[in-house]
């Protein structure tokens, strides 16, 4: 081979691969994101201490939980940024509307569970159903029962979609819960 052609060897295989791995960031940023939340996930010391009785402990998992959430949310707003086309997008979008609710900033969690819904190219159905599931509480927690009351419908009618029985458990009797509160909650009004 002589020096030209391996100079255009080198050229094209870095095109190619620099494509490739450009092609592949979307992925990537999605899947560390998940990593990190699947650490946290399996770790039984949050869970546990999220809800001990000890106020100091209970304050310092919650911190170092957030801070670990943060560091998911970097990955998901870096692919929601810079891949707004991607077949990660809706999922990185709906990770973190979920932990923004689970931070407690239920106005952009609302924000992003409404253009979750509004997103042409959202092929996830779970997604969608989560997002009703979760605007739903959130009404709820604002005392905007006929508006939960919508969303929960719009859920139920989209069909059951899950991934096992349990899921399907939870879930009915989580709907079946809220059905109640929103019950509750009109005839107070």
């Not at 009351?149 to 819960?177: A, H, P, V, W």
Request: proline letters at 1%; glycine letters at 2%.
């Amino acid at each position: 081979m002589n020096k030209l052609s391996v100079i255009l060897f080198l050229l094209i295989t870095n095109f190619i691969f620099g494509q490739e791995s450009k092609s592949m960031e979307d992925k990537v940023l999605y899947e560390k994101g998940q990593a990190i939340i699947a650490l946290l996930h399996e770790d039984y010391y949050f869970f546990e201490n999220l809800n001990s009785t000890n106020l100091e402990r209970k304050k310092v998992t919650q911190e170092t939980y957030n801070f670990i959430v943060s560091q998911a949310l970097v990955y998901f707003n870096d692919l929601i940024t810079n891949y707004p086309y991607s077949d990660y997008y809706v999922l990185a979008l709906y990770e973190k509307a979920h932990f923004e609710y689970q931070l407690d900033n239920k106005k952009a969690a609302k924000e992003m569970f409404l253009s979750i819904l509004n997103l042409e190219n959202n092929k996830w159905k779970f997604t969608i159903n989560d997002s009703l599931m979760s605007l739903a509480a959130i009404a709820i927690e604002e005392h905007e029962f006929e508006q939960a009351l919508q969303y929960l419908d719009r859920r139920k009618s989209n069909g059951l979609f899950y991934f096992c029985g349990n899921e399907r458990e939870t879930t009915e009797i989580r709907m079946k819960n809220m059905y109640n509160e929103i019950q509750e909650g009109l005839k107070k009004k």
